[in-house]
Structures are given as structure tokens and as C-alpha cells.
């Protein structure tokens, strides 16, 4: 693999699935449908068979799981060529957006007093970041599998922001960075940032990892001036017309 292929298992590493499956050196993956990322098959390396025949393969896996057969693949790939070649279309219904940057950069050094990084969530950490305080079995098994912090900020009594980090291979992976709709334009996404790269510095990584929906403007901001820069892009593809067997297509 290529670095951007390793870097693409690093990613999904630190958001695992609740079943995965190789598929040569694809992966397929389920989590009840929480999330793109965890419920597609992550198409970079040698999947050991031709296109068509390892599609086939993604199609099967997701129909016997009740979810929408995808792949995320890099953009401009020989992968995602061939993807497109089979007759699969980008997956533009994708809600959290189907064309998504990864951004990268070394970890900053300031201090944030006023955000911690728990070891545990809390029921207001899982309000902010899944919209409930008490997560699936699947949200759990993805959110807090692995070496995870879970970043919080509070501002009058409250958790007003939340982010979780995990660490793999030397990268500290961000994800579900929010901010109560109140306590926005205080810096509070920063301030918990801040804590949690002091909290992955500490536990081995050098350099954070982050994926953001290209239509994310806001986040791609904050994340840039951070220091953070693209390093390569991913797109979610669903089957065409005639190219699988699901109702739907």
C-alpha cells in the first residue's frame, strides 16, 4: 500500500466497526448503519479479485446486513477507477456528505485549562456527540473501542463542547468535535482541541488526523488554522443500475 492507503487503515482503525471482514486487503464493515465510515467497505490495497467480482462481494456483505452497499474510496485511485468503471455511481444521498477531505498536521503545543480529556465518557460527553446521553451498542462499540479520550469543555455548569481522540500508529485520530449552539464563537472548539492534542502527545502521537465533508466549511477553517493541511481526499460510491442486487438500485 501507499501512504495514503496506510493512512486510510489508520483511520478506520481508530473508528472500528462493529463487524469487519477482509476482502483480500479491502475491508468490509458493519455498525448497524452508524456512520459512513463503519458501514461501507474501505476500498484501498488489492482486493484479490477483479472489480466486479469484489463489488459483487461488497453487495452481498451489505444486503445480508440490512445496510446500503458502499465503498469509500480514494479519490483518483486506480480503485475508485475501477469502481466507476463497474458501473457504481458516487454516493452524492450520502447525508453527512459523499466527498469528504483528510487533513493532517502536527500536534499543537498550548495550554487549555479550561478543557480536560476523560477517560470515560459521560451521558452529556454522548448527548453532544451521537444527540443522546445513552449510546447503541453499536455507537458505544465504535466510539469507545481502542485508546480513546474523550474531550469536554464547560462553560456554566455544563458540558458545552466535546470531541473524542484516538490514538493509532503514532496519529491521534479527531472526530465528533461539537459545540452547544449557545456557548458557539466562544473558542471553546479550540480550547478543547488544545487538550486534546496535549492528551495525545502524551499517549505517543505525533501528527492528528481528521476527516471533514468537503461542504464542512466551518470545520475546514478552524482545522486550517490549526495548522492542519489536506492530504488527500475519499468519496463514498453506491452501485448503479443493474450492478446489484439491492431493490433499490
Not at 478543557?115 to 458505544?140: I, N
Not at 485520530?173 to 478543547?192: C, D, I, K, Y
Not at 477553517?221 to 443500475?241: D, M, Q, V
Request: glycine content about 10%.
Amino acid at each position: 500500500m501507499n501512504d495514503v492507503e496506510k493512512l486510510e487503515v489508520v483511520c478506520s482503525r481508530a473508528w472500528p466497526p462493529v463487524v469487519e471482514e477482509p476482502l483480500g486487503q479491502w475491508r468490509l464493515r458493519w455498525a448497524e448503519g452508524f456512520t459512513g465510515r463503519a458501514n461501507s467497505a474501505l476500498a484501498v490495497g488489492d482486493a484479490g479479485r477483479d472489480a466486479p467480482t469484489a463489488l459483487a462481494a461488497v453487495c452481498d456483505f451489505a444486503h445480508a446486513r440490512a445496510i446500503p452497499p458502499a465503498v469509500q474510496v480514494v479519490e483518483g485511485s486506480e480503485q475508485e477507477r475501477a469502481v466507476a468503471a463497474a458501473g457504481w455511481r458516487e454516493q452524492v444521498e450520502h447525508a453527512a456528505g459523499h466527498r469528504v477531505s483528510v487533513l493532517t498536521g502536527p500536534l499543537p503545543s498550548r495550554p487549555a485549562p479550561e478543557a480536560d480529556v476523560l477517560d470515560e465518557p459521560t451521558p452529556q460527553w454522548w448527548e453532544l456527540t451521537v444527540g443522546k446521553p445513552e449510546p447503541s451498542v453499536a455507537e458505544r462499540h465504535v466510539m469507545a473501542t481502542g485508546k480513546v479520550g474523550y474531550g469536554v469543555v464547560t462553560a456554566d455548569g455544563v458540558t458545552a463542547g466535546a470531541v473524542r481522540g484516538a490514538v493509532v500508529d503514532g496519529w491521534l485520530h479527531v472526530a465528533r468535535l461539537a459545540v452547544r449552539p449557545e456557548f458557539r464563537r466562544r473558542g471553546l472548539a479550540t480550547s478543547v482541541l488544545y487538550a486534546l492534542a496535549a492528551w495525545g502527545r502524551a499517549n505517543g502521537a505525533q501528527q492528528w488526523v481528521l476527516q471533514v465533508a468537503l461542504d464542512n466549511t466551518g470545520a475546514l477553517a478552524l482545522y486550517s488554522a490549526l495548522g492542519c493541511t489536506e492530504h488527500h481526499r475519499y468519496r463514498y460510491w453506491g452501485p448503479g443500475p443493474r450492478t446489484c442486487e439491492d431493490p433499490q438500485s
